[in-house]
């Protein structure tokens, strides 16, 4: 009689290190990365392009629904909810209206695991297990489907924590111990539900390693304005050294029928300082307030704005975003909708004078969201700004005096983000390490479906690393 042989069913391991640097993975650490550079000997490796902006909401949502943020409506963490000058939103778990790769997964049937995968929480119903992201309030909250699994968590992890909270402290000893802590629970619990769940897909998303560039770059980084060598000018390096352990001890879930991504949402460059966007707006009679300042620097508040008189505003963070106040559609609204592109034309040519606190010119960037996605849903600032090559972000306040300032508006910061991250890239059945060309993290979505034999989306706009064999 004859006996058929069953057919192996595909896997695909996800390991998600936000803001991970191409720089160091690929170069400066290779040395220290014995389990980072056995995947890269296995397999294809490069920069990975980001999203616009590159900050991790938008970019890891568009990266498992490969599709651009203006596709997808989400322009940042926080996004006006509509054209009122007040109502924001955050963009949590409901604000991704497009399937991302494991609810394809899950269409065909099959189980995954999705852990810290930011944009997850609140959480929703999942074939396999979910955990929420950084942006769960506490254990306190439902963070887990199925729900039972939240007991399961706490009993492995009675201290799971989702975040390194107050990253942004210049207590660095209490940060880089936390740095630790927080994600030795989440690896730990990851690697539990590896082996306890029957998965086709599992995704972990580390923001261990953003938080650690932004609290500790000016140690590592000699062309930081403010390094400092001392006890902490090692963290960074050891840090990508204990991943790169938790990756090894995660490599014991792989095997011949299994394919590995390891992948970065954006990459790290030191920060220079910031542009006080809204101080440069009022200074050159964009934005104008109802009555004097008060003394010192103060936050943005919309209601101290005379409306009437404004054209233009600003919010803050690690790039620019200016709205234009449009008549009909701000409720006070000044500028003519037939003057829109005339307006937005004089404000980058007066962005373009920008200078540093050396006097230098800064480079502009100022891209409209219509020409750079395919689609603009939800609110869209009129003007999306990068400033300095990033490494100048944005402060939303006004009081500066001037339009620029060394100092950070939320706390110590050391680190802005790059449109570079990273791929390593190893298919079931290898693929002869080498470095390969730049791709976009859109394609990792593509990459994901045709892994595990599944139908395409034929409104991905990524296209797979199949591509590169």
Not at 412 to 421: F, I, S
Request: hydrophobic content about 40%; aromatic content about 10%.
């Amino acid at each position: 009689m004859l006996k058929w042989r069953r057919r192996p069913r595909p896997r695909v391991l996800v390991i998600g290190l936000d803001c991970a640097s191409p720089e160091l993975v690929f170069d400066t650490f290779q040395a220290d990365l014995p389990h980072l550079r056995q995947l890269m000997a296995a397999g294809r490796w490069g920069v990975l392009r980001s999203s616009v902006p590159c900050i991790t909401v938008p970019a890891w949502s568009s990266m498992f629904t490969s599709r651009d943020p203006g596709v997808l409506g989400v322009y940042g963490f926080r996004n006006r909810a509509n054209y009122s000058y007040a109502q924001l939103a955050s963009a949590d778990s409901r604000a991704v209206r497009h399937p991302r790769v494991w609810e394809h997964v899950n269409a065909a049937q099959q189980s995954v695991v999705v852990a810290n995968v930011p944009q997850t929480y609140p959480v929703t119903p999942v074939q396999g297990a979910l955990i929420s992201d950084f942006t769960t309030p506490s254990p306190d909250h439902q963070f887990t489907y199925p729900p039972t699994l939240r007991a399961e968590v706490l009993r492995q992890q009675p201290t799971y924590h989702f975040d390194i909270s107050d990253f942004r402290t210049d207590d660095k000893a209490s940060l880089e111990a936390r740095l630790y802590d927080v994600m030795e629970a989440q690896y730990q619990v990851f690697d539990h539900l590896l082996a306890s769940i029957d998965w086709r897909l599992a995704i972990h998303v580390n923001i261990g390693v953003d938080r650690a560039q932004h609290g500790f770059w000016r140690f590592h980084d000699p062309q930081h304005r403010r390094h400092e060598q001392n006890r902490f000018s090692a963290v960074i390096r050891d840090y990508y050294r204990w991943v790169d352990e938790w990756i090894g001890r995660l490599m014991r879930h792989v095997d011949g029928e299994t394919s590995v991504l390891v992948v970065s949402d954006h990459g790290v460059k030191r920060m220079d300082g910031a542009v006080a966007l809204n101080e440069w707006l009022r200074l050159n009679g964009w934005l104008c307030v109802r009555e004097p300042l008060p003394s010192g620097i103060s936050r943005f508040d919309v209601a101290c704005v005379d409306w009437g008189r404004t054209r233009a505003w600003s919010t803050g963070g690690y790039y620019g975003r200016i709205f234009l106040n449009v008549r009909g559609r701000e409720p006070q609204g000044i500028v003519p909708p037939e003057a829109v592109d005339d307006t937005l034309h004089e404000l980058v040519t007066g962005l373009h004078t920008l200078r540093d606190d050396r006097g230098q010119l800064l480079t502009v960037r100022a891209m409209r969201p219509a020409d750079i996605y395919q689609e603009v849903n939800g609110v869209a600032p009129d003007l999306i700004v990068y400033f300095g090559d990033l490494h100048w972000r944005t402060v939303g306040g006004l009081g500066y005096g001037q339009p620029i300032t060394l100092d950070n508006d939320t706390g110590p910061d050391d680190a802005n983000h790059a449109e570079e991250g990273l791929y390593v890239w190893v298919p079931a059945a290898g693929a002869g390490g080498r470095p390969s060309e730049e791709r976009h993290l859109m394609d990792i979505a593509p990459t994901i479906l045709e892994a595990l034999r599944l139908p395409a989306d034929p409104a991905h706009q990524g296209r797979s690393l199949f591509t590169l064999l």
